[in-house]
């Protein structure tokens, strides 16, 4: 396989995940509700943070984490390095 068509195949690869992540990321926003969640108390002041966003960080998160798998099993591919096949 060229160069090229391996650089393709990562590019879609990453779209897919980075399509897939965002996706997942707004379900979960739209179905946990914004008045749930959980309260950090801290000395001076406290904080309140939703389930909904922790679902969408969590998602995007993911998606990143992915796309730097892929990019390192890429790379590592690239520079001879057969046992991640």
Same mark, same amino acid.
Not at 10 to 16: G, Q, T, V
Not at 36 to 40: C, P, V
């Given at each position: 396989m060229? %160069? $090229?068509?391996?650089? /393709?195949q990562?590019?879609?690869?990453?779209? %897919?995940v980075w399509a897939a992540?965002i996706?997942?990321?707004v379900?979960v926003r739209a @179905? $946990?509700?914004?008045q749930?969640? %959980?309260?950090?108390y801290? *000395?001076?002041?406290?904080l309140? /943070?939703?389930?909904? *966003?922790?679902?969408? +960080?969590?998602? %995007? @998160?993911a998606?990143?984490v /992915?796309t /730097?798998l892929i990019?390192?099993?890429a790379?590592?591919?690239d520079?001879g +390095?057969d046992?991640l *096949?």
């Open positions: 060229t %160069i $090229l068509a391996q650089s /393709v990562l590019a879609f690869r990453i779209a %897919i992540g996706l997942l990321a379900a @179905l $946990l509700p914004d749930m969640g %959980i309260t950090l801290g *000395r001076q002041s406290t309140f /943070v939703p389930f909904s *966003r922790m679902g969408f +960080w969590t998602c %995007i @998160l998606a990143l /992915v /730097v990019v390192f099993r790379m590592a591919a520079i +390095w046992t *096949r």
